[in-house]
């Protein structure tokens, strides 16, 4: 064999490098503080926006048969302010409201599991 490679390969397993200690450091002290605020914020807000995209239609709707049908339905109402809207006008702002909330919803569930998936794909890259 030959004697120069010998020295070279031995002097190749004695280095150390501190880069690989510093990026997991760097990778679970950044994971640990976007996570605090990140998976928190969007796992509340997706599922809340998707639950009340379907119930506001159907509460809008519940009002505008109860006016239909001269019933009052107590604690629904669409309201901005002090001033009430019309059930028929509710109605069709409530399908409105409730398509940008289930859509809103939607979209935030879907950043909740790209980042689930970055986390998940940088830390598997950082273990190789």
Known sequence: M???RIEE???NTTKYSNEKPTRTI???LGT???GIFVVPILGIIAPTFIFFG???PLLGFVKLIGYLFNFTVPYVSFQIGDFELNPIIGFSL???VG???YFVGKEAWKLL???GKYIHHKRMELER
């Open 99 to 101: 398509l940008i909330l």
């Open 54 to 56: 379907v119930i506001t």
């Open 2 to 4: 030959n004697s120069a």
């Open 26 to 28: 760097t990778f679970y």
């Open 9 to 11: 390969s031995s002097l």
């Open 32 to 34: 640990f503080f976007s």
């Open 113 to 115: 599991l790209k980042y």
């Open 94 to 96: 409530s399908i409105v």
